[in-house]
């Protein structure tokens, strides 16, 4: 994650029996009447305490440098320091943290991340697009939060397609490269527009919706696609109607507030189309448990939907009917 939310210009105070130098993190270690300190892992800090609107959801905003000095910040539930925290352990040696060797660094590790405890409140976001009802806080894949501040993104299970809602560029590239050359094309001119729609949907009370083009292969659709998908910065936010209704509620998931493209209907199921319609219509995903038998948070979304084929939705959809007709 690169985006850093303002928590204090001061580093945080340590616990007890651990010590900021240049090069790291020191623990005090005992031995008889002797006193020394240890370096056990590359700098940290942890930023503040995070929780949701609920007043759940506990978990900690951490700071890590990495070998090339690259700063990076996340959000971690504190359930995860559950157990030896090897979990937490592993997504911070992922972010660049340099951890000595033994058990004693482990427990060190842990017992710092549970004792570090910042005067700092930050709250505490699940969903990409806009956090909440309010409309305060716009949250991109890698992060970044536009609008109101300690506001940060924390999910356990990162969103794959999450990564490609990110800024690049500039908005005056974007004009003369994307804008400029819709001028005339009315099918670039909607798709374009669709793209926008998607951030004013939750804020004006507005439900999803979409487009579907239908054309013979070759005739620019997936270039429609890619002029719409640039709104957003990055193509990976283009899928295909092969992935399951459980892929593409994730999917979804990820792209609220803003635009879902859609590439390839002819290579779809018709069934599993009609479920995906009716699914990203409404605008929520499927009730599940956990482990434990309680429910989970349904997945939500508002977004805009640009879906492209050599078919049209509704024959597409007719065919999971023709087929069940004809094997009767």
């Known amino acids: 994650m690169v985006h850093a939310i303002n928590t204090t210009s001061e580093r945080p105070e340590l616990p007890d029996g651990f010590q900021f130098r240049t090069d790291g993190l020191y623990r005090c270690v005992r031995s008889g009447g002797d006193v020394k300190w240890e370096w056990f892992c590359s700098p940290l800090q942890v930023l503040g305490l995070t929780r949701d609107a609920g007043g759940g959801g506990w978990g900690t905003y951490v700071k890590v440098i990495d070998g090339d000095g690259q700063a990076h910040f996340r959000a971690f539930p504190a359930r995860m320091l559950a157990g030896d925290g090897a979990e937490l352990r592993g997504e911070l040696l992922d972010m660049g943290l340099v951890l ?12 710092l991340l549970s004792a570090w405890r910042p005067p700092v409140r930050i709250l505490t976001t699940e969903r990409l697009g806009w956090s909440d009802a309010s409309c305060t806080a716009f949250v991109l894949g890698n992060g970044c939060v536009l609008g109101a501040g300690r506001v940060v993104f924390q999910r356990e299970a990162p969103i794959p397609a ?3 809602l990110r800024s690049a560029g500039s908005l005056d590239g974007w004009r003369s490269q994307v804008a400029a050359l819709c001028v005339g094309n009315p099918l670039m001119l909607v798709a374009v527009s669709l793209a926008f729609a998607g951030p004013v949907l939750e804020p004006l009370g507005a439900e999803g919706g979409g487009l579907h083009l239908r054309g013979a292969s070759s005739r620019g659709k997936s270039t429609i696609l890619r002029a719409a998908g640039s709104v957003w910065d990055d193509s990976r936010l283009e899928q295909t109607w092969r992935a399951t209704t459980n892929g593409l509620e994730g999917i979804a998931s ?18 599993a189309v009609g479920e995906a319609v009716y699914m990203l219509a409404n605008g929520q995903g499927k009730t599940r448990a956990k482990r434990t038998g309680v429910a989970r948070a349904t997945q939500r979304w508002r977004l805009m939907a640009l879906s492209t084929g050599e078919v049209g939705l509704r024959d597409k ?6 087929r069940e007709t004809a094997a009767a």
């Open 162 to 164: 999450a990564a490609a």
């Open 254 to 271: 990820a792209c609220n507030s803003t635009l879902l493209l859609l590439d390839e209907l002819g290579e779809a199921h018709g069934s």
């Open 317 to 322: 959809m007719a065919e999971a009917d023709r």
């Open 100 to 111: 000595a060797p033994g058990r004693e660094s482990r427990d060190a590790l842990a017992r």
